[in-house]
């Protein structure tokens, strides 16, 4: 089992960044992948990034590509979404995700764990 923890959402003014993190525990997934997706209400669950775990290749939605990063911290055990330039659009509950595979997949039934989420609100 693979637990994640987010942190770091909140209320943000249009333009503004927050970073999220997502901690890990539990077993490993050294050749797998971390991603990040967003709900907003009434809508489907998106995939907004990826990272390969043991490279660090990165995978991204066009919808923020250019404003959002992934990384991760192997020594931590956590990643990160650092967002930048943030649009009311933006505002979702975050979820970061572990798929064990070792294919970068932006759908979200790849995805074996998930964290519970946080909120961002990103106020016009």
């Known amino acids: 089992q693979v637990q994640l923890v987010e942190s770091g959402g909140g209320l943000v003014q249009a333009g503004g960044s927050l970073r999220l993190s997502c901690a890990a525990s539990?077993?490993?997934?050294?050749?797998?992948?971390m991603g990040w997706f967003r709900q907003a209400p009434g809508k489907e669950r998106e995939f907004v990034a990826a990272?390969?775990?043991?490279?660090?290749?990165?995978y991204y939605a066009n919808s923020i590509k250019g404003r959002f990063a992934i990384s991760r911290d192997n020594a931590k055990n956590t990643g990160y979404l650092h967002m930048n330039s943030l649009k009311p659009e933006d505002t979702a509950v975050y979820y970061c995700a572990v798929d064990l595979d070792w294919i970068l997949a932006r759908n979200k039934d790849e995805y074996d764990y998930w964290g519970q989420g946080t909120q961002v609100t990103v106020s016009s």
């Open positions: 539990g077993r490993t997934f050294s050749s797998g992948n």
């Open positions: 990272i390969r775990w043991s490279t660090g290749t990165t």
